[in-house]
């Protein structure tokens, strides 16, 4: 069992920067691929980044590459998520998650197996 926690929301201008961290519980870390997705009202759940277990691999979506950046650290148990040059369409609730399958198919939700409660990032104009 693996219990995530985000922190690091909050409210930004355009072209502010936040950074998010989520915390993780237990031992196991470092077994786990981790994911940021991003939901905003009336749209689905996106997965914005998400980082390999050993951290040697990294995936973007389309629209954040350049602006975001995902990193873990796996001695502190905890997976990051740096946002600069934030833009409106960015608003969103972010959750991170957790994922113990196999790197090639975690586009999805379902290839989660720990999700966290979510983060408020609002990015007023």
């Known amino acids: 069992q693996v219990q995530l926690v985000e922190s690091g929301g909050g409210l930004v201008q355009a072209g502010g920067s936040l950074r998010l961290s989520c915390a993780a519980s237990?031992?196991?870390?470092?077994?786990?691929?981790m994911g940021w997705f991003r939901q905003a009202p009336g749209k689905e759940r996106e997965l914005v980044a998400a980082?390999?277990?050993?951290?040697?691999?990294?995936y973007y979506t389309d629209s954040v590459k350049g602006r975001f950046t995902i990193s873990r650290d796996n001695a502190k148990y905890s997976v990051y998520l740096q946002m600069n040059n934030l833009k409106p369409e960015d608003a969103a609730v972010y959750y991170c998650a957790a994922s113990a399958k196999s790197w090639s198919g975690l586009l999805t939700t379902k290839a989660y197996d720990y999700w966290g409660r979510g983060t408020q990032v609002t990015v007023s104009s």
């Open positions: 980082i390999r277990a050993s951290g040697g691999s990294t």
């Open positions: 237990g031992h196991t870390f470092s077994y786990y691929h």
